[in-house]
T-cell receptor
Framework: AQKVTQAQTEISVVEKEDVTLDCVYE???????LFWYKQPPSGELVFLIR??????QNEISGRYSWNFQKSTSSFNFTITASQVVDSAVYFCALSEEGGGGSNYKLTFGKGTLLTVNP | KAGVTQTPRYLIKTRGQQVTLSCSPISGHRSVSWYQQTPGQGLQFLFE???????NKGNFPGRFSGRQFSNSRSEMNVSTLELGDSALYLC????????????FGNGTRLTVT
């Protein structure tokens, strides 16, 4: 069975600090996809990144960076120089291959509530 | 391009009633999936539709059902509401190509009293 664990329930930082959100996953599939989503108070889940199981290259997008390590089944997310607008719940998710290769079914972690204080 | 639209935003229902939630996907997206979000269970997959066919269903009782119309719009229905059905119901659409990301709506907040 697939499982995603986000051990950090809540994190509180002061603006401009760097923060890393941890994500550990379990799957028996050799082909899978990992995602990070952000959920601000408005409720909408906002897509941040997708990574497939064959691409372990780390990625940087502005203040955001992601570290994917298959050896430890981890897909961690770092925000550099955090800002108040980064305050939200962040979800890590894993997709099954599914029939037809679609990723309609995501297994989500419980989420990490990040609060960035001014 | 308009995002995923869910209506209504808020609903208050009484135990035993039924409810229908609506979702309009992003134009051109043919896959629509539904998720339930609660504080205790987190985000859980309900079902997914593509071209008016349900392709997969999560572990929810038969009181939860859905359908998709020819224009890709989708509805989900919950019959005989229970207190535990109180949740945020999120709809997501996708192009269904190569594990493309899901695009979520703002959700419908259902409260059962």
């Amino acid at each position: 069975a697939q499982k995603v664990t986000q051990a950090q329930t809540e994190i509180s930082v002061v603006e401009k600090e760097d923060v890393t959100l941890d994500c550990v996953y379990e799957t028996r599939d050799t082909t899978y996809y990992l995602f990070w989503y952000k959920q601000p108070p408005s409720g909408e889940l906002v897509f941040l990144i997708r990574r497939n199981s064959f691409d372990e290259q780390n990625e940087i997008s502005g203040r955001y960076s992601w570290n994917f390590q298959k050896s430890t089944s981890s897909f961690n997310f770092t925000i550099t120089a955090s800002q108040v607008v980064d305050s939200a719940v962040y979800f890590c998710a894993l997709s099954e291959e599914g029939g037809g290769g679609s990723n309609y079914k995501l297994t989500f972690g419980k989420g990490t509530l990040l609060t960035v204080n001014p | 391009k308009a995002g995923v639209t869910q209506t209504p935003r808020y609903l208050i229902k009484t135990r035993g009633q039924q409810v229908t939630l609506s979702c309009s996907p992003i134009s051109g997206h043919r896959s629509v999936s539904w998720y339930q979000q609660t504080p205790g269970q987190g985000l859980q997959f309900l079902f997914e539709y593509f071209s008016e066919t349900q392709r997969n269903k999560g572990n929810f009782p038969g009181r939860f059902s859905g359908r998709q119309f020819s224009n890709s719009r989708s509805e989900m229905n919950v019959s005989t509401l229970e207190l535990g059905d109180s949740a945020l119901y999120l709809c997501a659409s996708s192009t269904d190509r190569g594990h493309s990301p899901l695009h979520f709506g703002n959700g419908t907040r259902l409260t059962v009293t």
